[in-house]
């Protein structure tokens, strides 16, 4: 029985995983209707956005690895929990406090996800389907992100009650998941009660440095796109470009989440030595696409934009995983994936800030080149440093 239930329980962690994830970006096409509902700048939908960075890194950094001690089912009940708080906290909505209640409580979630859930999946699988099990991973992460501007856009466009209806579905989706969760079988051995778990910071011992710095300012520089691309594109399209449509809006942000799951599933061919560099050289041609669509408020160029960056951002990111994993001891390399994705997690809220301070002075098309020239530089300079030690090893 315990081999039949892990024979698709896989597949189910996965697909609670990406229903997680599909609630982060939930509220991405639906922030114009908010900044009219409520009345707040540019500036406040960053900010607003970013407070789920701060959540997903304050996780991160104080229970990266608790998973490893308690369990991963009770931790993953614990994330779905905090999803379904969140929406709540957006059903509930009576103003701005709301939406930074829901947005923290949607980054408690995903913190709690991102490592144990990929961790529970490839645990599951049997032998034999590990192959798939990656895949399964990497497609819930990011193909969950995608699937929550797609999911909401097409519904504030063509159904009623567009602030309320993507969260109710959403809180459907978040019951069958944990009923799914709580019937997948412990994969931890030895698994403390869950009110034994502690705090525990991640670590970064010395022999890990080399290869930690350069790989995380290229997930920094990957992480950015995806965060400007999900907090300030709609602005841009209804601002910019005069597309108003929201469905439109959701498909062209999950395109960039899409395009990363692609570029995640070419590493393999590549290595993951070689697809650091290549994912920053990648990355530097969406950020081009990005610039040339801000500068002529045209909608084309922002469409390759979210595919050639979204491409090379799970290039880079996945190589980075790949490299800092393999470096690491194993006794550390928890600690040290989830100091990877602490780094990661600023890229999406230091940039986007930036992008929204810059918008009073400069104009969101010029903060946002400025912003593409400041990435563009340190994926260069990841890339290049990244290919210069592959070429020395070999």
């Keep these: 029985m315990v081999t039949d239930r892990r024979r698709s329980g896989y597949l189910g962690a996965a697909a609670a995983f990406a229903v997680c994830m599909a609630g982060t970006t939930l509220p991405t096409p639906l922030y114009g209707l908010y900044q009219e509902r409520i009345g707040f700048s540019e500036l406040m939908v960053t900010v607003v956005f970013a407070v789920y960075a701060f959540g997903v890194i304050g996780v991160l950094l104080l229970f990266g690895n608790v998973s490893d001690a308690v369990g991963r089912r009770p931790v993953l009940l614990c994330g779905l929990g905090c999803a379904a708080a969140s929406a709540v906290a957006f059903l509930a909505e009576q103003g701005l406090a709301w939406l930074f209640a829901g947005r923290l409580l949607s980054g408690f979630a995903a913190g709690l996800f991102t490592g144990t859930a990929t961790a529970y999946v490839l645990e599951l699988a049997p032998p034999g389907r590990r192959a798939r099990a990656g895949f399964a991973a990497t497609a819930a992460n990011m193909g969950g992100l995608g699937c929550g501007p797609l999911l909401a856009g097409l519904l504030a466009q063509y159904a009623a009650r567009p602030l309320t209806l993507p969260f109710a579905v959403h809180l459907v989706l978040l019951a069958v998941s944990f009923a799914v969760v709580r019937a997948l079988p412990e994969s931890v051995a030895g698994a403390r009660p869950l009110r034994s778990a502690r705090p525990r910071r991640p670590s970064l011992?010395?022999?890990?440095?080399?290869?930690?710095?350069?790989?995380?300012?290229?997930?920094?520089?990957?992480?950015?796109?995806?965060?400007?691309?999900?907090?300030?594109?709609?602005?841009?399209?209804?601002?910019?470009?005069?597309?108003?449509?929201?469905?439109?809006?959701?498909?062209?942000?999950?395109?960039?989440?899409?395009?990363?799951?692609?570029?995640?599933?070419?590493?393999?061919?590549?290595?993951?030595?070689?697809?650091?560099?290549?994912?920053?050289?990648?990355?530097?041609?969406?950020?081009?696409?990005?610039?040339?669509?801000?500068?002529?408020?045209?909608?084309?160029?922002?469409?390759?934009?979210?595919?050639?960056?979204?491409?090379?951002?799970?290039?880079?990111?996945?190589?980075?995983?790949?490299?800092v994993a393999a470096a690491a001891p194993e006794a550390h390399r928890g600690g040290v994936l989830s100091a990877l994705f602490v780094v990661a997690y600023l890229g999406i809220s230091i940039p986007v800030i930036g992008v929204g301070l810059l918008d009073g002075p400069l104009g969101l098309s010029d903060a946002g080149l400025v912003f593409t020239a400041c990435m563009a530089v340190l994926a260069a300079v990841s890339g290049v440093f990244l290919l210069r030690r592959a070429r020395a090893l070999g």
């Design 205 to 323: 011992p010395a022999e890990v440095r080399g290869v930690f710095v350069p790989a995380a300012v290229a997930a920094f520089a990957g992480f950015s796109l995806l965060g400007v691309f999900t907090s300030v594109t709609p602005a841009f399209l209804a601002e910019e470009v005069g597309v108003h449509n929201h469905a439109v809006v959701g498909l062209v942000v999950a395109s960039a989440f899409f395009a990363s799951t692609v570029g995640q599933l070419l590493v393999p061919g590549l290595g993951a030595r070689r697809a650091i560099p290549l994912g920053c050289l990648v990355l530097i041609g969406g950020l081009g696409l990005l610039a040339l669509s801000l500068a002529t408020a045209t909608l084309a160029p922002l469409v390759l934009a979210a595919l050639v960056g979204g491409a090379g951002q799970g290039m880079a990111l996945r190589g980075a995983v790949g490299e």
